[in-house]
């Protein structure tokens, strides 16, 4: 089974937003035509219900109405990881089975966060969803945003088991990144978290990526990738200095998500606004962003002509 984890999974995975109504309300149809448009970019899959998709920020109903869409539309197509972590571990149990038996290809879980668990407790949270399916289970280290440290312990006893394929790394440190891999051994997968740093988390060991910006320039990261692949260094630096311009524009709005969203819906895709506690864009950026639209749609253009065959 390890070897053929490589081939299955390594490579370019949109972080996708999570699609609603103007209520608010998870919309299944737009949930579908936002999947559907990912296909033939170039991406390998979807990492569906993580921070980009704000599975959080949704009760189980809605996590699994937008996971539903998601594979319907997708499914064989497109590689599919759904995040099941839910702060419960019921909750996170009940979300992987869901998954599997809508025909998710792999599960992947944050810790339970607010309260300070410790390593143990954090080990049989992730042990009872891995124990509750057959699927690949690829476990999401954020910890800027959990809190929680993943020591080379833990991480070498969940590596340890055959079904637990990878690690998504969105901790900002190339040297931790390389330490997992480093740890989980060469069949074992470590997707780069910091879309800023792809370039750098691919040239320390990561086997691909996945990140939530790749959502609005799918094309430039899989170039990106190629770059890297193909050995061309300088012309894959100078791609990720104008990817990185383009992310630090984004940053500067209220939320990276509403920004984000506003640029789908500039190209017809509506997804409606991020929920709160994250911030709709405003109508005093829709110029800005309008520009910034441009400016990806150019170089996406640019980069098609010589690197934008699926390789
Ligand atoms: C902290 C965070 O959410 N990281 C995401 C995933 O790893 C990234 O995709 C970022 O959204 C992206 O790199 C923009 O900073
Ligand atoms: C960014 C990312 O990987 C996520 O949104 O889950």
């Not at 937003?17 to 035509?33: F, H, I, L, M, N």
């Not at 979807?46 to 997708?74: H, M, P, T």
């Not at 995040?83 to 944050?110: C, F, M, P």
């Amino acid at each position: 089974m390890a070897e053929n984890n490589l081939s299955k999974f390594a490579g370019v995975y949109v972080a996708m937003y999570s699609a609603y109504d103007e209520g608010g309300k998870v919309d299944q149809a737009r949930v579908r035509k936002l999947a559907r448009s990912y296909v033939n970019t170039g991406v390998k899959g979807l990492y569906v219900g993580g921070s980009s998709g704000e599975g959080i920020l949704q009760n189980a109903e809605e996590r699994k109405r937008v996971v539903e869409a998601v594979l319907e539309e997708v499914k064989g197509e497109l590689t599919v990881i759904v995040h099941v972590g839910a702060n419960s571990t019921t909750e996170s149990v009940e979300l992987a089975r869901h998954a599997e038996q809508h025909g998710a290809d792999a599960i992947s879980a944050v810790p339970s966060i607010y309260y300070r668990l410790p390593e143990s407790a954090v080990e049989t949270h992730w042990q009872h969803m891995i124990d509750s399916t057959w699927l690949p289970f690829i476990i999401y280290h954020i910890p800027q945003t959990t809190g929680f440290q993943l020591s080379a312990a833990l991480l070498g006893r969940m590596a340890g088991q055959e079904k637990v394929i990878g690690v998504k790394m969105s901790g900002e440190s190339t040297f931790e990144l390389q330490q997992f891999k480093e740890i989980g051994g060469p069949d074992f997968l470590v997707f780069n978290g910091p879309d800023e740093q792809f370039l750098a988390g691919r040239i320390m060991g990561a086997d691909g990526g996945i990140g939530g910006t790749y959502g609005v320039m799918p094309e430039l990261f899989c170039a990106l990738n190629r770059l890297y692949e193909q050995g061309q260094r300088e012309e894959a630096q100078a791609l990720q200095v104008k990817i990185n311009r383009i992310i630090k524009n984004l940053l500067s709005y209220p939320s990276l998500y509403g920004a984000c969203k506003y640029l789908l819906s500039l190209r017809g895709i509506e997804t409606g606004q991020p929920r709160l506690p994250l911030l709709p864009v405003q109508s005093s950026h829709h110029d800005s962003l309008v520009t910034l639209n441009s400016e990806i749609e150019e170089l996406t253009a640019q980069y098609a002509g010589s690197y934008g065959e699926k390789s």
